[in-house]
């Protein structure tokens, strides 16, 4: 199960797809062409794109505890990646705020034509059975 990663998935970093990603974080619209850097967090609009690989929901409550992006080397206008995510690790955890809870981190990775990687995603996500504090969910 750790480990088992999705098939590679082809996308393009497009003008589109940089201007959206500027759009949601409220950063101010710039000319880009083919081949100039762009944004890195224009690569949250690819994750989507792979088939997710998640691990088994075993608590009835789900807390997203850290997103985390980093990159290799710039990503640039007009490339081609290759998507593909994967479990990357389960964990338990004993005692605190929430008790007994399951850490689950699954990772995206983005590959140049060459295969080497040019960024990851990565999503930690904790499982809990106790309610939240402060009594929320």
């Not at 098939?7 to 393009?12: F, G, S, W």
């Not at 710039?30 to 088939?51: C, N, Q, T």
């Amino acid at each position: 199960m750790i480990g088992r990663e999705s098939a590679p998935v082809r996308v393009t970093v497009t003008k589109n797809v940089v201007r959206k990603a500027m759009e949601t974080y409220g950063v101010p619209p710039r000319k880009f062409e083919p081949g100039d850097m762009v944004p890195g967090y224009a690569v949250v609009a690819f994750e989507s794109e792979a088939e997710r690989v998640e691990g088994p929901t075993l608590m009835k409550n789900f807390l997203m505890i850290s997103n985390e992006l980093s990159f290799e080397r710039p990503l640039r206008l007009g490339e081609e990646l290759t998507v593909s995510s994967r479990l990357a690790d389960m964990s338990e955890r004993f005692g605190g705020r929430f008790g007994y809870s399951i850490h689950v981190r699954t990772e995206t990775v983005f590959r140049d034509a060459s295969g080497a990687v040019v960024a990851r995603s990565a999503n930690t996500g904790m499982q809990y059975e106790n309610e939240a504090p402060g009594g929320g969910e």
